[in-house]
């Protein structure tokens, strides 16, 4: 378990990415008395025998866990844009650790970046980049930033990113993410 909300300020340089991770399998057991199978795939679920069947990715062995009462949560996949592109060196999502050190490291060869969306996350996500030294440009669909926000707040800080050096398109959808022959983000339409 991490807090994503964290993510930017570790992309910032702020905290460690292992000051996010709230609890490891261990804290887990000794201070909430579970029990987390890592690497564990349930595959099959007898409700008459409350049996859940799982596989272990790590040895390739089923293994069989009893149940009192069962719980599905499956966890969610971060919204990427379904656009040409996407899958292109360079473009990532915000969503798991993984992506921040992957933003991180990707950082010493990028002078600017474009963020799809304008929510919390992406707004942090952009703070951070300025901060590192480049060229930010946030793209959000909406009317304007935070949508959950009044128009009139919002434009508050749509002014307060500009000021910083952010560049802010609301109303615009991207249309395309082109990349270079080897395979690497340039340029977003």
């Known amino acids: 378990a991490y807090s994503i909300c964290g993510l930017p300020f570790a992309v910032a340089g702020l905290v460690g990415f292992e000051d996010l991770e ?33 596989l272990n990715r790590a040895t390739g062995e089923r293994e069989s866990h009893l149940y009192d009462k069962l719980l599905l949560a499956t966890g969610y996949r971060p919204l990427a844009p379904v656009i040409v592109g996407a899958g292109l060196a360079g473009v990532f999502t915000a969503s798991r650790l ?30 951070a980049l300025v901060g590192r030294g ?18 009139d707040m919002a434009r508050g800080i749509e002014e307060e990113l500009e000021r910083r050096g952010v560049r802010v398109m609301t109303r615009r959808t991207a249309k395309r993410i082109e990349g270079s022959s080897s395979g690497r983000v340039e340029a977003v339409e």
């Open 22 to 54: 709230l609890f490891d399998p261990e804290t887990l057991k000794n201070q909430r008395g579970i029990d987390a199978l890592l690497n564990r795939e349930a595959v099959e679920i007898e409700l008459s025998r409350k049996r859940v069947i799982a």
């Open 98 to 127: 993984e992506d921040g050190e992957s933003i991180l490291s990707f950082l010493p060869s990028a002078r600017r970046a474009v963020i799809l969306g304008g929510g919390y996350v992406g707004l942090e996500i952009a703070e």
């Open 134 to 151: 480049l060229e930010v440009t946030v793209i959000e669909r909406s009317e304007s930033l935070l949508s959950s926000l009044d128009p």
